[in-house]
């Protein structure tokens, strides 16, 4: 367990969050996306009523699920036509699918198959095409390639230009590459949270982590990279 206090969370730029398996991610995620109850205090959504939508770290094995309606209209029809018009939900996503790069069966390939990364990039362009102002999307680039990832960092900017982004990672040498803030959650329960800037720096990761991190220079920024295949720090 792990509380988080007055941690305000606000467009424009990306919040990431980050910790070692197990600290409570997920479950910070679905709290603010209203998916679980805090056990003590408040979340509060500003206006009263705002949107929100969680993305998990898997896409769901099947169609037609609760909450995944969109996936099997763009996954069993390419062009669906609700009196005669494509509704503009369904054209926004099959417009996101287009920038995450389309199944390579096309849209007509059921869910089960397409690769896990494939079957991915179909959820996040559901979750991304709803009209939630407020997006929570837990581990999102976990199955996608490089090139997909860049893809996606490309849209989330731009997204999160206008609406709450908030997105678990695991990688702090990328989260520190696309974030704007950051959420750190320790294997203790600590939280440090502030500018990405000051936060994925090698003294808190090392603490959150019990890893060595270094400082690398790219592009005139400081960037954390885990020094792995060592023993830990405990």
């Known amino acids: 367990m792990f509380r988080v206090e007055d941690l305000v969370l606000e467009p424009p730029g990306i919040t990431c969050v980050l910790g070692p398996n197990g600290a409570g991610k997920s479950t910070f995620l679905k709290t603010l996306a209203g998916a679980h109850r805090p056990l003590e205090g408040t979340v509060r959504l500003e206006p009263e009523g705002v949107g929100r939508a969680y993305a998990p770290p898997f896409p769901p094995v099947g169609v037609g699920l609760d909450g995944w309606g969109l996936l099997h209209v763009i996954t069993e029809s390419r062009a669906p036509l609700v009196g005669g018009v494509m509704p503009p939900r369904v054209r926004r996503a099959l417009s996101l699918l ?40 837990d581990e999102p680039n976990g199955h996608l390639d490089a090139a997909s990832r860049a893809r996606l960092y ?41 500018e990405a800037g000051e936060v994925l720096v090698p003294r808190v990761l090392e603490r959150a982590y019990g890893v060595s991190f270094a400082s690398v220079r790219l592009g005139g920024r400081s960037l954390p990279l885990p020094l792995l295949g060592g023993e830990g720090l405990d």
Do not use: Y
Request: glycine share 18%.
């Open 98 to 137: 287009g920038e995450l790069g389309e199944p390579r069966g096309g849209l007509s390939s059921p869910l089960s198959a397409m690769s896990t990364g494939e079957a991915m990039k179909v959820m996040l362009a559901g979750v991304l095409a709803s009209g939630a102002e407020a997006l929570f999307l």
């Open 154 to 194: 490309g849209i989330l900017e731009r997204e999160a230009g206008g609406r709450l982004v908030v997105v678990s990672l695991h990688d702090a040498l990328e989260a520190a590459q696309v974030c704007s803030r950051a959420v750190v959650i320790g294997r203790g329960g600590d939280v440090v949270w502030g």
